[in-house]
């Protein structure tokens, strides 16, 4: 279930797109609500190229899920619930290009720097 974020754009680079590996930019992919925090998940199930369309694509997902985490609302609901923990778990497909998973690994430098725990995995089976 992908929740819509509230960020509209009038990038043309950044519309949906059903044939794009991240077929929405303005989506979280999935949410997990528990006492402790929350957890979101970005999926990107298809290989992503290093195209600079790709990259930017990546970027946008990776700033809506910060902006998301800051937004009152959701600063008010963990607070609301006494929870802190805030988790990003970022699947990349294993056949991206190095520009992504590269690009990916800024986007969790970014989120560390505001207390957000971003790990990155190339399996959804555990």
């Known amino acids: 279930m992908a929740v819509a974020l509230l960020v509209a754009c009038d990038d043309a680079t950044l519309k949906d797109d059903a044939d ?7 989506k979280i992919d999935a949410i997990v609500s528990t006492n402790q925090g929350l957890y979101y998940v970005m999926t990107i199930a298809s290989p992503l190229d290093g195209s600079r369309r790709a990259l930017r694509r990546l970027q946008a997902k990776c700033d809506n ?53 971003f790990q990155i995995t190339q399996s959804l089976a555990k």
């Open 20 to 26: 794009d590996p991240i077929p929405s930019v303005g």
């Open 65 to 117: 899920y910060l902006m998301d985490f800051r937004s009152p609302q959701t600063q008010a609901d963990l607070a609301r619930r006494g929870a802190g923990l805030k988790h990003i778990n970022a699947y990349l497909h294993p056949a991206s290009s190095p520009e992504a998973r590269q690009a990916l690994i800024q986007c969790g430098e970014k989120a560390r720097a505001e207390g957000i725990d």
